[in-house]
Nanobody, 128 residues
Framework: EVQLQASGGGLAKAGGSLRLSCAASGLTFSEYVIAWFRQAPGKEREGISC????????YFADSVKGRFTISSDSAKNTLYLQMDSLKPEDTAVYYCATPQYAGVCPVSFYRDIWYAYWGQGTRVTVSS
């Protein structure tokens, strides 16, 4: 059974940094896609990044491009989302997700329809 566990959220000041983790089990990490989404209060869920090991590509939404980066530790089956230069508008619950099948990030990676498995979410609050 595929399981994802997101962690690392917390409180940060504007301009600060946080690193989120997504620990995966039940899948071959190097064959899969891991995406990050977030949902701010009163807003729809937003896809912000996607990484696929198969083709080595990563994608970011314009809202986080240049501020967020992705790294991984395949030995730990864990993907990290490094969030720098945080803004109050980054406040949200962050989720990691993966599709049902191995592959590469879809062109429209930011659409949640592509993902079958979701972590439980970790809350990020950025104060001004």
């Amino acid at each position: 059974e595929v399981q994802l566990q997101a962690s690392g959220g917390g409180l940060a000041k504007a301009g600060g940094s946080l690193r989120l983790s997504c620990a995966a089990s039940g899948l071959t990490f190097s064959e899969y896609v891991i995406a990050w989404f977030r949902q701010a209060p009163g807003k729809e869920r937003e896809g912000i990044s996607c990484m696929s090991y198969r083709d080595g590509k990563t994608y970011f939404a314009d809202s986080v491009k240049g501020r967020f980066t992705i790294s991984s530790d395949s030995a730990k089956n864990t993907l990290y989302l490094q969030m720098d230069s945080l803004k109050p508008e980054d406040t949200a619950v962050y989720y990691c997700a993966t599709p049902q099948y191995a592959g590469v990030c879809p062109v429209s990676f930011y659409r949640d329809i592509w993902y079958a498995y979701w972590g439980q979410g970790t809350r990020v609050t950025v104060s001004s």
